[in-house]
Structures are given as C-alpha cells and as structure tokens.
C-alpha cells in the first residue's frame, strides 16, 4: 500500500515538552560510550563556555523519536512499520542542547515520494527551548519497502 502523498506539508505541532537534565544527558553519553567531560562535568563545561554540561549531537534522538513514531503510526498515512527501515538522519545546531533545556519539538513532513517501488518520507522536527528560540533542526528520512523488496 502506498503512502498517503497528501499528508505532504502536515505540521505536528508539540504536545509536550522535554526537561534535559544532567542525569539523561550522562546516560546517554554512557550508552555511546563517550567520555567526554562536556557530557558529565559542569566545571569542564563552564570552562568550555558553556552554562552546564551539554549533551551529545544525537541526544535530540530521545525526543525526535515519539514524534516520528506518532507519525508512522497514523493509520491513515498506510504505513507498514514492519517494511520501514531508517534511511537518513542528520542535526543542524543553532547551539547545543544543554542541562536545564525545556524542549518542544514541532514535526513536519516536507516530502512523501516513491522511487523503485519503495516509499520515502522526509520528516523535519524544528526544536525550540522554553523561550521559543531555536536550538536545533532534524532531518530524517523513512524508506518504506515495496512489496517484492
């Protein structure tokens, strides 16, 4: 079945938000296996110019992924979870995300194409902290399997 096309240009708006504390953002450096003291000491970060410890590049995945999974999981876009495989993911920073963040994530679909009998769907989530201003943008492509792939 193929991808709903008119679900192109939809907007999610947020339905929550995402305190970043001190506490997942060492967790999560700890499942990376990353050391780095930017992650973990507060001293270090400071020193680095930073208010309080950061959090790794990919940490946004934590909140990005409820809100593709909101997406997909839409009934009416006719998805099969079971064919879809992660294409491509990248982050482009306004500045890192930090302990103490307030996140809301706003979802867009900017494009649903197929090609080769394969579906792809292009998602973008603008992140924004408690103020509104802007801290980061994701970009994530879907590829949904055809039938006979």
Do not use: C, W
Not at 6 to 34: C, H, N, Q, W
Not at 90 to 108: C, E, I, K, N, Q
Not at 129 to 149: C, F, K, M, N, S
């Amino acid at each position: 079945m193929a991808l709903d096309q008119s679900f192109t240009g939809r907007v999610y708006p947020p339905t929550s938000t995402y305190e970043v504390s001190r506490e997942k953002i060492r967790e999560f450096a700890d499942a990376l296996g990353d050391a780095n003291p930017l992650y973990r000491d507060t001293e270090a970060a400071k020193a680095a110019g930073y208010p309080d410890v950061i959090a790794p590049p990919t940490f946004l995945t934590i909140i990005n992924l409820a809100s593709i999974n909101a997406i997909v999981t839409d009934p009416e876009l006719g998805l099969d979870y079971s064919r879809m495989v992660h294409g491509d993911q990248r982050f482009t920073y306004v500045r890192p995300v930090r302990a103490g963040d307030v996140l809301s994530l706003t979802t867009h679909i900017d494009n649903i194409m197929a090609r080769a009998g394969n579906d792809f769907i292009n998602l973008r989530a603008e992140i924004a902290g408690a103020d509104g201003g802007p801290i980061a943008t994701t970009h994530a492509q879907l590829v949904v399997r055809g039938e006979g792939a």
